[in-house]
């Protein structure tokens, strides 16, 4: 699996976008990139995933960059209960194994 | 929709104790797994399960045993409960071929070994 880097903490403003990077420039090209979350003391929850193409859903936005090495993802409108630690994790679509869930980006919404 | 149970949401036991913590979903997933998450840590996976009867181990196995009798259920056992053992443990199914990396977790439970 591609190895994944992202910034250990950021701070956003409540109703403001909260845009949170992720590099993973060894990805290859039959690897996703998915995003979960863990709010804290709970199960981690999925929040999106796409391979090459930008995605939306109703709870972010998910872009790709065109050469594939970073993404972004995007919570449009951020509320305090968003404050999670947010895991950027690269894997092959169709694997049953393990997702491996790094430091992640410890994001703190602000009122 | 109850997705993914785990029972209890508590529990401490003593060293040497043995117990089973309880693991089961309703959405017919074929794949699920064992986690363990210590404070300020990753989710480390402990075993998973492609499909009943089939059971592998993960990145930290020793000390904890699993079986997978049915599609729902997928309880993870401690054999003798130590105190590094101390963690939060959770649960999670996928399924369907393009969908297996979408885990949806149990809320967990919360171990103390004294």
């Known amino acids: 699996d591609a190895k994944t880097t992202q910034p250990p903490s950021m701070d956003c403003a409540e109703g403001r976008a909260a845009n949170l990077p992720c590099n993973h420039s060894?990805?290859?090209?039959?690897?996703?990139v998915y995003w979960y979350r863990q709010i804290h003391s709970q199960g981690p929850q999925y929040i999106i995933h796409?391979?090459?193409n930008n995605e939306t859903n109703e709870m972010a936005s998910l872009i790709i960059t065109e050469d594939r090495k970073s993404s972004t993802l995007i919570l449009p409108h951020a509320t305090l209960r968003d404050t999670a630690v947010y895991y950027c994790?690269?894997?092959?679509?169709?694997?049953?194994?393990?997702?491996?869930f790094g430091s992640g980006t410890q994001l703190t919404v602000l009122p | 929709n109850a997705g993914v149970t785990q029972t209890p949401k508590f529990q401490v036991l003593k060293t040497g104790q043995s117990m089973t913590l309880q693991c089961a979903q309703d959405?017919?997933?074929?794949?699920m797994s064992w986690y363990r998450q210590d404070p300020g840590m990753g989710l480390r996976l402990i075993h998973y399960?492609?499909?009943?009867?089939?059971?592998d181990q993960g990145e930290v196995p020793n000390g904890y045993n699993v079986s997978r009798s049915t599609t729902e259920d997928f309880p993870l056992r401690l054999l003798s409960a130590a105190p590094s053992q101390t963690s939060v443990y959770f649960c999670?199914?996928?399924?369907?071929?393009?969908?297996?990396?979408?885990?949806?977790f149990g809320a967990g439970t919360r171990l103390s070994v004294l």
């Open positions: 999670a199914s996928s399924g369907g071929q393009l969908a297996k990396n979408i885990q949806y």
């Open positions: 060894t990805i290859s090209g039959n690897e996703y």
């Open positions: 796409g391979l090459k």
């Open positions: 994790i690269v894997r092959l679509g169709g694997s049953a194994r393990q997702l491996t």
């Open positions: 959405m017919n997933h074929e794949y």
């Open positions: 399960s492609v499909g009943a009867g089939i059971t």
